[in-house]
């Protein structure tokens, strides 16, 4: 039955004529989309426009008419919300789950954080801990989650600073901002973060699971159903299992 809805889409995309693809995409999902991207545009000609941020922003933008194609979200919340008020062709797909991870400056012994007691003194010593803002970034969230879970909300809350993306409280660690951050496992696992910083996985039992939805736009292009297509395919898979996802 989604083969045929998907054709039927297909069909009517190509219909409404030529015209950018434009697909936003959650902030923890930049390295590990890059490769897909690439691994898709070696399967096709693309003129595909890429945007990252946090998946509330996006959400409120599409709301607002934003002429996106394309939702890949961070979690689940925000695309059936946009299905709910008839913005998306349907209720969409979990192409992922995520993981939340602690990173610190390669100086620090992030291993030993498995010890509450050594993470209750490195907040306790910390200036700054990085999170994304929870009430746009679904790894924000888990970060407040977490905390709170194992009892340290109280000691770090007044030294949280707050990213609009994850990415941006990414950076913040990487760029001295900050000498705490939690952040997606992804983004940890990144070359370019993973040079510069060390990571401990959380257990995932201190937050909600983290389900990344997918939805297509009504009137989607072709070429945003054939990458929503792509999205689930083993190649796609296989560059997420890379970067710390699980996949369906």
Same mark, same amino acid.
């Given at each position: 039955?989604?083969?045929?809805?998907?054709?039927?889409?297909?069909?009517?995309?190509?219909?409404?004529?030529?015209?950018?693809?434009?697909?936003?995409?959650?902030?923890?999902?930049?390295? /590990?989309?890059? !490769?897909?991207?690439? +691994?898709?545009?070696?399967? %096709?000609?693309?003129?595909?426009?890429?945007? @990252? =941020?946090?998946?509330?922003?996006?959400?409120?933008?599409?709301?607002?008419?934003?002429?996106?194609?394309?939702?890949?979200?961070?979690?689940?919340?925000?695309?059936?919300?946009?299905?709910?008020?008839?913005?998306?062709?349907?209720?969409?797909?979990?192409?992922?789950?995520?993981?939340?991870?602690?990173?610190?400056?390669?100086?620090?012994?992030?291993?030993?954080?498995?010890?509450?007691?050594?993470?209750?003194?490195?907040?306790?010593?910390?200036?700054?801990?990085?999170?994304?803002?929870?009430?746009?970034?679904?790894?924000?969230? /888990?970060?407040? !989650?977490?905390?709170? +879970?194992?009892?340290?909300? %109280?000691?770090?809350?007044?030294?949280?600073? @707050? =990213?609009?993306?994850?990415?941006?409280?990414?950076?913040?660690?990487?760029?001295?901002?900050?000498?705490?951050?939690?952040?997606?496992?992804?983004?940890?696992?990144?070359?370019?973060?993973?040079?510069?910083?060390?990571?401990?996985?959380?257990?995932?039992?201190?937050?909600?699971?983290?389900?990344?939805?997918?939805?297509?736009?009504?009137?989607?292009?072709?070429?945003?159903?054939?990458?929503?297509?792509?999205?689930?395919?083993?190649?796609?898979?296989?560059?997420?299992?890379?970067?710390?996802?699980?996949?369906?």
């Amino acid at each position: 039955m989604r083969k045929v809805i998907l054709t039927l889409l297909f069909v009517f995309a190509q219909s409404v004529g030529a015209q950018q693809t434009t697909v936003a995409v959650a902030a923890n999902m930049k390295d /590990a989309f890059a !490769e897909i991207d690439a +691994a898709f545009r070696a399967t %096709e000609k693309s003129q595909m426009r890429v945007v @990252y =941020g946090s998946s509330g922003n996006f959400a409120a933008q599409i709301m607002n008419g934003a002429p996106f194609n394309l939702f890949i979200s961070a979690d689940e919340r925000f695309p059936l919300e946009l299905y709910k008020q008839g913005k998306t062709e349907d209720a969409g797909i979990v192409y992922a789950s995520g993981k939340l991870a602690i990173i610190t400056k390669k100086s620090t012994e992030t291993k030993s954080f498995d010890s509450k007691e050594v993470l209750t003194k490195a907040i306790q010593r910390a200036n700054k801990i990085a999170i994304a803002k929870p009430e746009l970034a679904p790894y924000g969230k /888990a970060a407040v !989650e977490y905390l709170k +879970a194992e009892g340290l909300w %109280e000691l770090a809350k007044d030294k949280l600073i @707050y =990213g609009d993306n994850i990415g941006i409280a990414t950076m913040y660690v990487i760029t001295g901002g900050a000498d705490i951050g939690l952040t997606a496992l992804s983004l940890a696992k990144s070359p370019e973060v993973a040079k510069q910083t060390s990571y401990r996985l959380v257990d995932s039992k201190f937050y909600e699971p983290l389900k990344q939805r997918m939805v297509l736009m009504k009137g989607a292009t072709p070429e945003a159903i054939d990458l929503y297509l792509f999205m689930q395919g083993n190649q796609a898979k296989l560059i997420l299992q890379k970067y710390g996802y699980t996949t369906p």
